[in-house]
């Protein structure tokens, strides 16, 4: 397997298909080939909620720059992790 680009069918931009989203693509048995990159992706999916019915925010954590959901609003006022980050930070 290599990388593949695709063309995005909303947006018209090319995106990249990579090894490891080909495999994971092939051990969740997923016929078809992303249609759309994954900002298209994202803005077509509805508001995801937490299991208590809040809905979840995206944000970028403060220190690995990963994508991440969190149950709240955040202000920018205090930095905000992924949940790996975040547990990194309250052990040490």
């Known amino acids: 397997m290599e990388d593949k680009t695709i ?3 909303t947006c018209g931009k090319p995106f990249a298909f990579t090894v490891a989203e080909q495999q994971f693509y092939q051990e969740k048995g997923f016929e078809h ?3 759309r990159c994954k900002a298209c992706r994202t803005q ?3 508001p ?3 299991a208590n019915g809040r ?3 995206t944000v970028v954590c ?3 720059g990963q994508e991440t959901q ?3 609003r955040p202000t920018g006022e205090k930095p ?3 949940r790996d980050c975040f547990n990194k930070q309250k052990e040490g």
């Open 62 to 64: 403060v220190a690995c």
């Open 48 to 50: 995801r909620k937490a």
């Open 55 to 57: 809905q979840m925010h």
């Open 70 to 72: 969190v149950p709240f």
């Open 33 to 35: 080939e992303p249609a």
């Open 7 to 9: 063309t995005c069918k």
């Open 44 to 46: 077509r999916k509805p």
């Open 80 to 82: 905000v992790y992924c």
